[in-house]
Each structure stands twice: as C-alpha cells, then as structure tokens.
C-alpha cells in the first residue's frame, strides 16, 4: 500500500458529522447542510431534518425521511439538515445473529464481546427480520424551538411485528457526549422503505451484523450565531441525550 492509498483508506473510514448532538439539545435546529452535500460524504447513516422534521436514515447511498405517521419518503437533494452523521461502511466484523429472538440488551452484549475496544466509533447495521420493533418519530416544531427532551415529548410511537427490514447506525464512546450521542444510537427502515423511525426497543428473529471500524470523526460546525453563543455542555447533558433518545442511560441509547 502507498502513502496516497493509506491516507485515502483513513479518509473512507471516517465519519462525517454536521453539528453535535449538544446543539440539538440547546434547541438548534435550522438545517444548515443540504442532503445533496450530505451524501457526498457517505452513504450509510443518520440524523435528522430541518426543524427536527422526523427521522432520517442513509441505506446504500439514499437519504429517507422518516415521518410521524410511520411512512417513509425519499429526501430532496435541497433539503437540509441541522445534525446527521455518515460513514462508508466497512465490513470489518461480520456476525450472524444465533437461533431464537435477538432483543436490544442481547445483540449489545454480542456486539461488546467482538469488538476491539470502548474507545473507537463503530458503524453497525443489521439486516433480517424484526419480529417486533418499536420506534418513535419527533415531529416537526416551530420556532422559538424547544430542547430535543421537550420535542421529544411530542414523539409519536409505534411498533412493528415481522417486519423485514435493516437497523442503521452507530456505536460512540462515552468521552463523545455533547458532540455525539454516546452508546448505541439506531435507526429502522424496513425492506419496503415504508416504515421506520429512532429505534427504542427491538428483537430479531434472523439477521446478520455487520461492523465497520471508525478511527476518524470528522466535524462541520454551524456558522449560525447562535450555535457561537449556545450553552452546550453541562453536568446533567448525559443524562438529557438518554432521555431525549429513549434510553435508560447513553450506554443503551
């Protein structure tokens, strides 16, 4: 391998981010970046949409806007985007799920026992057939716009039985918090590309994981002036992704 083909492999396998996390929990949330500019740096991940306008999922190069009534629809190029992350995904870790329900607290404790270590971020995917999944949709807020824990509240939920479909999303080490959301933070479509949302709860009857390593984040902050002057760290910012997110502790988010 050249020098040229080493430093091209680092920049494939990093992912690419558009503001933090802690800047959704301050309430920004005018999108900035166009998905157009998104896909440009990856074509597996997720986020969300102007004025948190539901959820998105990047599968195979194609942006889906997860709405709060369940369906799905292809993004605009010209829509954008106030938080999203994106990676190249890689096949470094590839497993099958064992015999029987796979549920969220048994594939973390398999995914744990495989890789490397706490401290690098982790693209991870899982392809096969939900025999129950349930998801939540924040909708759409307007401004003055409240914290992602106060939108969060409005979300609509729902849940699916066998229903084949793909998980979508990453693993980030805790030191990450504010900037990204630490622990697990997942995304469902279904083989269709017409169900979905932010994961909370989930059992696999069959599938396969697969796993990419990320050594390098790259971040774009926003030029917006409030993100200059928002408060974005603090003792209890933990805690508020866990809760904005559906989980009991940002380990399990």
């Given at each position: 391998m050249t020098f040229l083909d080493d430093v091209n492999d680092h920049r494939s396998r990093e992912i690419f981010q558009s503001s933090t996390v802690g800047?959704?929990?301050a309430g920004l949330d005018?999108?900035?970046l166009t998905i157009a500019e998104l896909l440009r740096h990856g074509t597996?991940?997720?986020g969300t949409f102007d004025a948190l306008d539901g959820e998105m999922v990047v599968l195979d190069g194609v942006c889906y806007q997860l709405h709060p009534d369940g369906t799905v629809t292809v993004a605009a190029g010209d829509r954008t985007t106030p938080f999203a992350a994106v990676t190249d995904l890689h096949a470094d870790i590839t497993i099958d799920l064992p015999a029987g329900h796979t549920d969220r607290a048994a594939l973390i404790r398999l995914?744990?026992?495989r890789l490397p270590g706490d401290n690098y971020f982790y693209a991870v995917r899982v392809d096969g057939?939900?025999?129950s999944v349930t998801t939540r949709t924040v909708r759409k807020q307007a401004k003055?716009?409240?914290s992602l824990l106060q939108a969060a509240q409005g979300e609509q939920r729902r849940s699916f039985t066998d229903l084949p479909g793909t998980l979508v999303g990453f693993r980030s080490p805790d030191y990450a918090g504010t900037v990204t959301v630490p622990g697990y933070h997942l995304h469902f479509i279904d083989d269709q590309r017409r169900r979905g949302g932010h994961v909370l709860d989930f059992a696999f009857s069959a599938g396969t994981v697969t796993v990419g390593i990320v050594r390098n984040l790259r971040l774009r902050l926003p030029s917006a002036p409030a993100f200059a002057r928002?408060?974005?760290?603090?003792d209890q910012a933990g805690s508020a992704i866990a809760a904005a997110e559906g989980g009991s502790s940002p380990a399990t988010t």
């Amino acid at each position: 391998m050249t020098f040229l083909d080493d430093v091209n492999d680092h920049r494939s396998r990093e992912i690419f981010q558009s503001s933090t996390v802690g800047a959704l929990l301050a309430g920004l949330d005018d999108g900035d970046l166009t998905i157009a500019e998104l896909l440009r740096h990856g074509t597996f991940g997720l986020g969300t949409f102007d004025a948190l306008d539901g959820e998105m999922v990047v599968l195979d190069g194609v942006c889906y806007q997860l709405h709060p009534d369940g369906t799905v629809t292809v993004a605009a190029g010209d829509r954008t985007t106030p938080f999203a992350a994106v990676t190249d995904l890689h096949a470094d870790i590839t497993i099958d799920l064992p015999a029987g329900h796979t549920d969220r607290a048994a594939l973390i404790r398999l995914l744990e026992s495989r890789l490397p270590g706490d401290n690098y971020f982790y693209a991870v995917r899982v392809d096969g057939v939900a025999a129950s999944v349930t998801t939540r949709t924040v909708r759409k807020q307007a401004k003055p716009y409240p914290s992602l824990l106060q939108a969060a509240q409005g979300e609509q939920r729902r849940s699916f039985t066998d229903l084949p479909g793909t998980l979508v999303g990453f693993r980030s080490p805790d030191y990450a918090g504010t900037v990204t959301v630490p622990g697990y933070h997942l995304h469902f479509i279904d083989d269709q590309r017409r169900r979905g949302g932010h994961v909370l709860d989930f059992a696999f009857s069959a599938g396969t994981v697969t796993v990419g390593i990320v050594r390098n984040l790259r971040l774009r902050l926003p030029s917006a002036p409030a993100f200059a002057r928002a408060e974005l760290t603090g003792d209890q910012a933990g805690s508020a992704i866990a809760a904005a997110e559906g989980g009991s502790s940002p380990a399990t988010t």
